[in-house]
């Protein structure tokens, strides 16, 4: 079975040590030859120009693909395009397309008067610039604001009909959540990549508390496993193997690409990559 293609995802530091942890993290991950690393758009685009200044210092210092997220929150048309523009003007070739969250203590998305109602005009807006590669979220699982089950599939497929070239799906904990959701929107004539989203569990309590605020399903024998993992002093044992036995499910099923929601640490995913066959490239590992 051949290695997979992986990518990684990494959030702008606020602080001086979350950025020596961002570089640290970038540093030990980029010899593995990610196909791209994404950086993330905080809530209510509170990381703006972090995530521009952070996303231009991983293309230029480490040599990588990366893609940019962009939302639709808090701002006007004419400056999300214009956020774009000058990622263009600074050699970025891929974004991931959002909607975005809600700024805090904002229950629900509420679009700004002269900006993007949802990720579907966005992705329009940035597919007629002709600058970039459009990566888009997706929901394996029901998203908290989805009508039905099969609401998230036709939303997929509307964003890929505006212009998206592939997709990037929410963390999920079972290899069958995925494969379900992939059957789903092959059913529904969608065939452009849809790449699973890998979250290697560095603390499960955080973790937990993230899934189900997206959505996704917390399996009881996961519960189960880290209150004796946690108990045994085994939580970063149990980890890996998780994460790897997951990836090698999908991978066992034909999935090519994982993408690893990083958190900005490098030891889990290096290891859990390392496990399903990425070998380091020597010569990117001299850069780094």
């Known amino acids: 079975m051949p290695a997979p293609r992986v990518s990684f995802e990494f959030f702008p530091p606020k602080s001086l040590e979350a950025s020596f942890r961002l570089w640290e993290t970038v540093r030990l991950l980029a010899p593995l030859a990610p196909e791209f690393v994404s950086v993330t758009y905080g809530a209510g685009g509170t990381t703006r120009q972090l995530t521009h200044e952070a996303v231009t210092t991983i293309g230029t210092q480490f040599g990588l693909n990366v893609a940019?997220?962009?939302?639709?929150?808090?701002?006007t048309r004419a400056e999300t395009l214009e956020i774009a523009q000058n990622y263009a003007r600074a050699g970025v070739r891929e974004v991931v397309a959002l909607r975005g969250d809600p700024p805090k203590g904002q229950g629900r998305f509420e679009a700004h008067p002269d900006g993007f109602?949802?990720?579907?005009?966005l992705i329009e807006a940035l597919a007629a610039t002709g600058d970039f590669t459009l990566r888009v979220?997706?929901?394996?699982?029901p998203h908290p604001e989805a009508a039905d089950d099969r609401a998230d599939v036709a939303w997929l497929k509307r964003k890929f009909a505006a212009g998206a070239d592939s997709a990037i799906t929410q963390f999920f904990f079972e290899a069958e959540t995925f494969l379900r959701f992939r059957d789903a929107c092959a059913?529904?004539?969608?065939?452009?990549?849809?790449?699973?989203?890998?979250?290697?569990?560095?603390n499960w309590a955080g973790i937990r508390k993230f899934a189900l605020a997206t959505g996704a399903r917390v399996p009881q024998w996961?519960?189960?496993?880290?209150?004796?993992?946690?108990?045994?002093?085994?939580?970063?044992?149990?980890?890996?193997?998780?994460?790897?036995e997951l990836c090698d499910k999908l991978l066992r099923e034909g999935v090519e690409d994982l993408h690893f929601y990083t958190l900005n640490r490098a030891h889990l995913t290096r290891d859990v990559c390392h496990a399903l066959g990425a070998v380091p490239d020597v010569a990117l590992e001299k850069v780094a």
Do not use: M, Q
């Not at 997220?69 to 701002?75: E, G, I, M, S």
């Not at 979220?137 to 699982?141: D, F, L, N, S, W």
């Not at 996961?222 to 790897?244: P, S, Y």
């Open 117 to 121: 109602a949802n990720s579907v005009e």
């Open 137 to 141: 979220g997706a929901y394996p699982e």
């Open 222 to 244: 996961l519960d189960e496993a880290f209150e004796k993992a946690t108990r045994d002093g085994r939580e970063n044992l149990l980890a890996t193997a998780l994460c790897t």
């Open 68 to 75: 940019a997220h962009l939302t639709c929150v808090d701002a």
């Open 187 to 202: 059913r529904e004539g969608i065939d452009r990549p849809v790449i699973p989203g890998i979250v290697p569990i560095e």
